[in-house]
């Protein structure tokens, strides 16, 4: 029998409850026992009965907190998951949104971050805290973390209770740490803070009191807007480490294969990769040929992917892979399952390179223009933007042009190719002056060179010209000057 709470004999049977909270128990190392009746007494899942009987009293933690216990069927050690168990914990907060305030998910920590990073992008409109949470050691043992983590999950959960800050957010919450989801990795098999995000900053911290950072949770989506589960996930994805030494003909047996949709490439650095020919040459037959999507992210813990940095991000850039940023492997695989499964074509590359849930810190938007050849005129085209891009929070702005030739008649001198910001009326007499605000930069030229641009532009000076419309680009070459590219793009990185 539940052990009576000494707090709960106080309170008079009918009071309502000031918060609801929903807890799933799904498995993993919090709810296990030793089985005595077995020779080693190997740990097993406990039913919902005894672990209702271990877990401490909501009463004593969030005194007015009416807790819902549910469990799934078949109790599971995390590592067996998979996205249709996601989809099932999805269904489960979807089931009984409406009915509770906040929701816990029990669950062993070895795929902890993926499920938390899952649920952030299945979870459309999330407007109260879904907590995951777990443990080091079971909760039946003397030392275990598992009632203090609860505790705490329970405190978040039932923010009506507690009077805490509303973070409608998935969140992890383990040992001192509160973590938001699709930041989180597993940081330690063994420590009590297991969890982490390396590569952003907490929401929040436990100690004596539990302490939100407020200015760190993404605010509530509008009001009115009911909560959408996106649970097509498409499992046919791959996730792909470097190493020195990696066989190009693998990679290119594995982008061959039909059932291979997505990649998430795990790349050194700020995302570089052999510029073996071989190895891009694998990339760009899955991408261009096998229509595969191929993100790119880090295997640092810490830092961004910044593709053209150095020559040997360049080629993959030029091969279509994407940026995945800041990302963690388990935000990016599965915010492209859940991409794929739920969005079709050319959306997958924008979706992805956007701030979706905070799982990065920037946005990216890649502009691609018009291409020309021995033009001798200026040369202009624009792009309509997403409706997400805002311009007022741009952090940097990359210009890139591939194959860049030029044919310049005798006797120019200095010849030069300059590009404008939606500026198309530019001229050749513009070329004068030096300082003209819409000029982007200034390129100098050689007769029959072709090379490629990529270039970092003055954040300032795209600042002042960008609109909140159409982004024009113009180019006007010095009279006697033919030009012409292969590629024109332009990256704009914008805050989230
Ligand atoms: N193997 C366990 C699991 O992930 C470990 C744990 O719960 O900490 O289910």
Redesign the pocket.
Known sequence: MAKQSRLAKLQPATKAAVARVYVLYT????GMAPDFSTPGHPLRSMELDKLREELPEAEDIAPGTEVTLERFDRL????SMTPTDWVNIARKIEDNYYNHDGFIVI??????SYTASALSFMLENLAKPVVIT???LPLPTARTDAKLNYGHALQIAAYKATDLPCIPEVIVVFADKILRGCRTRKMSASAWT?FDTPNAPPLGEIGEHVRIFENQIRPAPPSGLDLQVNSELDPDVLDISLYPGLRPEHLKAILSLDSVKGVVLRTYGTGNAPEDIDFLDALKTGIEKGNKTVVNITQCPQGMVEMGLYAASIGLLDNGVISGLDMTPEAALTKLMVTMGNRIGEQVKLQMQINQRGEQSQNLFDFNFKTTQANDKPFSDFIVPDRRFDPTALSAAVLRIKKLTATVADGTENPVLDVYMNFPTAKADTLEREDHPRRLHRIELQSGATFDVVQQLSKERVKNVIGDSDVVLTFVASPGVKFGFEKLSLSIFTRT
């Not at 599971?76 to 590592?79: A, E, T, V």
């Open positions: 498995g993993g190392t919090f599971l050690d995390s590592s669950q062993g920590t070895d795929t902890l777990g443990s080091q297991g």
